[in-house]
């Protein structure tokens, strides 16, 4: 007994770098006391006490702000940090070195007596407010973000987010702490979107240089306003520019205010823009639409982006982006 507390103290260190000494990990953690007392309650449950663990049960939820079903299987180094909402019900079964945040639910999906909870493989997290739903299987070392609702397996090794949960990716990242970057998990309606923009402009891109050629052979009698006009502006660059949506906004480059420079001369367009943030994961995907943007209007001439260092604000974009009075 005593070296299953020693190996739960040594979890809390190893997974919360805020934990300072063993007095405190041993009186301050509502988690670690959640699942000292869930053990009783599980024992007595096993032992047909139904009652008695349900009343063990039932003191920890008011003790800890944690509520786990007497009947739920958990595994060993099985941490949950804060700890307050978490729910975890009859027939979920969690595996060892499990972290589990503030706000959890392993919740059913039936009224029938039978496995209705979740099962959780080994060495996964599962972010804050996040909830899993039904007899679905969670693999090993797999990653579910923040307020993400799981109603369908989660294969080994994977990232899960959205409302539903959509699969983001693998988990590649093997160094230490990788797994509480939830800032850095991949997001598969962004991706999504981005390749159908990103198919869009390419197709645009031929349809423009096949204008562009039927303007170089166009007869005469062919109305003006079909033509490629042969000298291009910076008005017409930054209209067309227009066209070119920020995913992650949903808004243009241009009303975000993300296009600093346009420069044209006897060699070609130069084009400077910046990023709504530095670590941009469409950083060279708002590039190549930019790019291809204003090759369609520039036919021959060359065409370069330049990502400039300038920090980017909202004081930057067009007035209607800006909350004020009567928003």
Known sequence: ????????????????????????????????????????????????????????????RWLTGVEI?????????????HGMGVVIGESAEIGDDVLLYQGVVLGGTSLAK????????????????????????????ARIGAGSVVVKPVPPDAAVVGVPGHLGGRKLSEKPGADLEHGQLPDPV???????????SQLEERVHKLEYMLSRIAPPELPVHERIPSSVTEADIREALKE????????????????????????????????????????????????????????????EVVLADDAWSWNDTAPYLIWGEGI
């Open 190 to 200: 962004l991706l999504t979107l981005s390749k159908a923009l990103d198919r869009e």
């Open 114 to 141: 039978r496995k209705r909870h979740p099962t959780i493989g080994n060495n996964v997290v599962i972010g804050a407010g996040a909830t899993v739903l039904g007899p679905v299987t969670v693999g090993e070392k």
């Open 244 to 303: 070119v949506l920020d995913p992650e906004v949903g808004v243009s480059v241009m009303d975000l205010g993300l296009i600093k420079k346009i420069a044209l001369n006897g060699q070609g367009v130069e084009v400077r823009m910046v990023l709504t943030r530095p670590d941009c994961p469409l950083a060279a995907h708002l590039v190549e639409q930019v790019r291809r943007r204003v090759k369609g209007i520039a036919g021959d001439r060359p065409v």
């Open 69 to 81: 079903h007497p009947g739920a299987k958990i595994g060993r180094r099985v941490f949950i940090d």
């Open 1 to 60: 007994m005593f070296a299953r507390i020693k190996e739960d103290i040594e979890t809390v260190f190893a997974k919360d770098p805020a934990a300072k000494t063993v007095w405190e990990v041993l009186f301050c953690y509502p988690g670690l006391h959640a699942i000292w007392l869930h053990r009783a309650a599980h024992c007595l449950w096993q032992r047909e006490l139904f009652f008695l663990g349900r009343l063990v049960s039932h003191i920890s």
